[in-house]
């Protein structure tokens, strides 16, 4: 339909082997490649952290005190230790790569004769790549076809204009970016007008933009509110731990005139005290959620959005593609004062033949708009022999806007010079290009009303016959169109939304519908999917409200309808100004200061505009509203599990410390070394950050209000229940201690009946915080994997520790019988109830509080 004919090989664009194989000689489609972290940036980064230096200065103590083995087994333990946070940098840094590749921009490429879109990394020289309004340029390429087509080339050149381009006519020579009516696009830069065939030639570092060496980096790690929090309480507990680790090592060597000890003891505080896995538990969190999130198809193109998804209250998504399956079908027709009924598995009726060819006329060659497609679909049912306008060759489009909301096609006829533009719109705006009478737009407006209750879509097609010699106007407004028909389009609901709708009025989030469609229209949908009640604002209403008279109506609105995508901004920052945290969804270039604008923009990853993209935090990939709320529920459950994580870390720490200061102050030998600590380091690490992210969601989730904006994930509930959690756990292993010394029993076997308690007694302390909620784990013991393979790793080393020769010269363990194995066993499991019980009074404190 474009001027411009390819030869026959060409519209097939690619065959998969070819890419393949372009693929295979070119490689990936990136600037400058990739620079992955070297396992050596990962070590020195694991070796400067605290935690590995006091180990390793505890491991040269022990040698100046002749004993080489507790100093051989601290080396091993930080080879655990930095091996298991090696593994978690390692696992992080895969989960964020393969976000980029994600982020990258998508690209519509013809390949064995279909149109597929892709990876933007994935483009080929040779391939055909179809480019439209919003749109990133994927590669340098040459200008096959073209309507209206007009590039901001600033990222290269620093001009803010736009440029034209024309068609290639087999140039040799390449022209320079930021030329006018030059016939070549380039990577990176913005299509800000029509649409367009391109032939790419350059990809990755052979592009304009890879000579110039710039790299677009999507994903970033960026300062958040929850990171800066952590870095503050790490800074405390840290400057705590120094300062109590130093009145330790004093009062050890006043006590006992053993200054080089009492710096090991001091030490040993040291480590107990000090929280160097809150910040690696929050990255590694952060990093595999978005993985998670990107599992239920939505990408996190910045990563904090992911604490922001459990305060959204206000979800404001659109209709068409989102709610429903943007899957469009003509089913009915108004034409000449008669409605038809279509049925899309029967001929096309021979009085609609001229409707089906006016819809080709304004339908673009490659169509990519479900509902320019179905207008194809509908020319294909008119034989050729009675095709009007068969043959006729495109001479000039008039691009949609927001004056004009409305498209049209001027086309000529191949046999003469008789001309036709074909329009196509919002059944307004074609009224105004018809200059229809008052009371025939009445008459029209009321059928609009009557599809609208049915569930339509509704556009509106007009013609215009241009007399011989006239010169085509520049704009739509300049032409006399004669009204043609009214089309009613059905778009069928998306499965299972009815459920999510439900899950967002439990979860306390209330969504609204914002939509170009009427209000009949939204309606109806709404109406299908058991939508919230609520009132309906017009764009137009919107348009006539002040900024105050909107933030008092949309508190109570549910359907926007007939909104351009500039009210957009208008709504999210009304709703703002309402206390409300907004989530908004959207595709198109003008809904970027929307998306910007919300608490979390969310753009559509198959039908989103590049521009749309790089203005949200989120990406829909299969445009599915059931998608938007896996995502919060998987937000909820990253933020809930980061919250226990640190809660037990938080508790965890407290009985250590209470065990490392209790002999120094009862003058009794010392319970901890720098081994033991070593050793507990080797479970709480993996607990932390690998069996808590790998807690599933409690079943109540969906069911809490939103977390308030700004609420630091340690509460004051958090640090209140964790603080009394690790003082029973403290007061059950010091109760042991105690019985050991009155028992009469050796300095071994004192020790390992603390350290055995201390662990049993971790375990209660880790089933307690998995779940702050349900009582004894509600049975979910057997989902959560890593925890099953942490109790099996904790009993063996337990055995190896206490039941061999080595393992209790090494840590100065002694055998227990069966009975004191029993009674640490008890201890641990008294704590356990306690913890539940403390659990249970906290959860009715908190319910009456509600109440």
């Known amino acids: 339909m474009l001027e411009r004919r390819l030869s026959s090989r060409d519209p097939q664009g690619l065959s998969s082997q070819e890419a393949a194989g372009c693929l295979l000689k070119f490689g990936y489609n990136e600037i400058g490649g990739r620079k992955r972290k070297s396992i050596f940036s990962f070590l020195f980064d694991v070796v400067k952290e605290p935690m590995i230096f006091l180990l390793l200065v505890s491991g040269v103590i022990y040698l100046f005190l002749g004993e080489p083995k507790e100093a051989i087994f601290l080396l091993i333990g930080i080879f655990f230790v930095v091996g298991i946070t090696l593994y978690q940098e390692r696992k992080t840094e895969r989960t964020l790569e393969a976000l980029r590749d994600f982020s990258s921009p998508r690209a519509l490429v013809i390949r064995d004769g279909e149109q597929k879109r892709i990876a933007g990394r994935e483009v080929v020289p040779g391939d055909l790549v179809i480019i439209s309004q919003g749109d990133r340029v994927p590669a340098d390429a040459r200008v096959l076809r073209q309507s209206g087509l007009m590039v901001d080339e600033s990222l290269l050149t620093g001009e803010s204009l736009p440029v034209s381009k024309t068609l290639w006519q087999g140039e040799l020579g390449l022209d320079p970016p930021g030329g006018d009516g030059f016939p070549f696009v380039f990577s990176g830069t913005l299509v800000v007008g029509g649409h367009a065939l391109i032939e790419v030639f350059a990809t990755g570092n052979r592009t304009e933009i890879g000579k110039v060496g710039r790299e677009l980096e999507k994903i970033r790690i960026e300062k958040s509110p929850l990171q800066r929090g952590i870095s503050k309480v790490v800074s405390y507990l840290a400057f705590f731990g120094l300062a109590t680790c130093a009145g330790v090592a004093i009062l050890f060597g006043l006590f006992y005139g053993d200054w080089l000890r009492g710096f090991l003891q001091g030490l040993v505080l040291a480590m107990s005290l000090l929280p160097e896995e809150f910040p690696v538990i929050m990255t590694v969190f952060l990093a595999i959620g978005a993985w998670r999130i990107s599992r239920a198809h939505v990408l996190t193109r910045r990563i904090p959005a992911i604490e922001a998804l459990g305060s959204i209250t206000r979800l404001c998504v659109d209709k068409t593609g989102t709610l429903t399956m943007n899957k469009m079908s003509i089913r009915t027709v108004y034409y000449k004062g008669k409605r038809f009924l279509i049925d899309p598995n029967l001929a096309l009726p021979r009085d609609l033949e001229f409707i089906g060819e006016l819809g ?379 019985f050991a010394l009155s028992s009469g029993f050796p300095e071994e076997v004192v020790r390992t009946i603390v350290f055995v308690s201390f662990v049993f007694v971790n375990i209660a302390l880790i089933f307690s915080n998995l779940s702050k909620r349900a009582m004894l784990r509600d049975g979910g013991v057997f989902k959560n994997m890593p925890l099953l393979w942490l109790l099996a790793v904790v009993v063996l080393f337990l055995f190896l520790m206490i039941y061999t020769p080595w393992g209790r010269q090494v840590f100065h363990f002694a055998s227990l019988n069966f009975s004191v194995l029993a009674l640490c066993f008890g201890v641990g499991a008294m704590a356990g109830l306690v913890l539940e019980g403390i659990k249970f009074l906290f959860g009715r404190i908190e319910e009456a509080r509600v109440r």
């Not at 196509?424 to 290009?433: D, M, R, T, W």
């Not at 919060?632 to 720490?653: C, Q, W």
């Open 360 to 738: 080709g006329l304004v339908s673009v060659e490659h169509p990519t708009d479900p509902m320019e497609k179905a207008f194809s679909e509908l020319a294909k049912k008119i034989p050729e022999r009675r095709r009007v306008f068969n043959g006729w060759s495109l001479q000039k489009e008039y691009s949609f806007g927001e004056e004009v909301m409305a498209r049209a096609q001027m086309w000529q006829s191949t046999k003469g010079e008789e001309r036709v533009i074909a329009a196509l719109g919002a059944p307004e705006a074609i009224f105004k290009l018809c200059k229809l009478k008052s009371g025939v737009v009445i008459g029209l407006e009321n059928e609009i009303l009557n599809l609208a209750k049915d569930g339509f879509r509704i556009v509106a097609l007009a013609l215009s016959r241009l007399p011989k010699g006239k010169i085509a106007p520049k704009t739509m407004q300049g032409v006399l169109f004669d009204f043609e028909a009214l089309v009613g389009f059905e778009d069928p609901v998306r499965p299972m939304v009815r459920e999510a709708i439900l899950e967002c009025k439990e979860a306390g989030i209330k969504v609204g519908m914002v939509t170009g469609d009427y209000a009949g229209t939204a309606q109806h949908v709404a109406s299908a999917i058991d939508f919230p009640d609520g009132q309906v604002l017009s764009g137009e209403e919107v348009g006539r409200m002040t900024d105050e008279e909107l933030k008092k109506r949309v508190t109570g609105a549910t359907i926007f309808a007939r909104v351009v995508p500039t009210q957009k901004l208008r709504i999210v920052q009304a709703l703002k100004a309402g206390g409300a945290v907004v989530a908004m969804t959207g595709d198109g270039v003008n809904d970027a200061p929307a998306l910007k604008a919300a608490h979390v923009g969310i753009a559509m990853g198959e039908r989103g505009t590049d521009v749309a993209r790089e203005a949200s935090s989120l990406v829909l990939l299969d445009d599915n509203f059931n998608s938007i709320i896996r995502a919060i529920r998987l937000g909820r459950r990253i933020f809930d599990n980061l919250r226990k994580a640190m809660s037990y870390v938080f508790s965890v720490h407290i009985p250590i410390a209470g065990l490392a200061i209790l002999p120094i102050i009862v003058r009794q030998p010392v319970i901890f070394f720098p081994i033991h600590i070593a050793l507990i380091e080797l479970i709480i690490d993996p607990t932390a950050s690998i069996v808590f992210e790998a807690e599933p969601g409690e079943k109540d989730l969906m069911r809490r209000p939103p977390r308030k904006v700004g609420e630091f994930i340690l509460n004051r509930r958090t640090i209140i229940l964790s603080a009394i959690e690790g003082l029973v756990a403290f007061i059950a292993t010091g109760f042991l201690y105690f």
